[in-house]
């Protein structure tokens, strides 16, 4: 249940799910990385171990992203500082643009 039948993939994301019992669930799941969709029956271990899954990947996804944006901006801060330092910048950078006529 936890990884694609088709490609082994682990990013598998819910679609639907419909009660069939007390503990099993008819669920509807799309595979992100091949885009093949199951429809099978799991029961709420099942999906609770899937939803654990899906917050650790988007926990690492946020990491990611936040590093790679807090390296872009020391990237630009460290070409500014140089721009600056070699008087590259004025005020004129600074105003309001005007639309061309």
Known sequence: MTMCPQCGSTFLQPLRCEAKGSDVLLVELRCSECQTWTKAPHTRADMKELDRQQAEFRATIVD???????????????????????????????RPRTASA
């Open 64 to 94: 990611g992203y936040e590093r790679s944006v807090a390296e872009s901006m020391e990237a630009l801060a460290t070409c500014f500082g140089h721009a600056l330092e070699l008087d590259l910048v004025t005020a004129d950078d600074f």
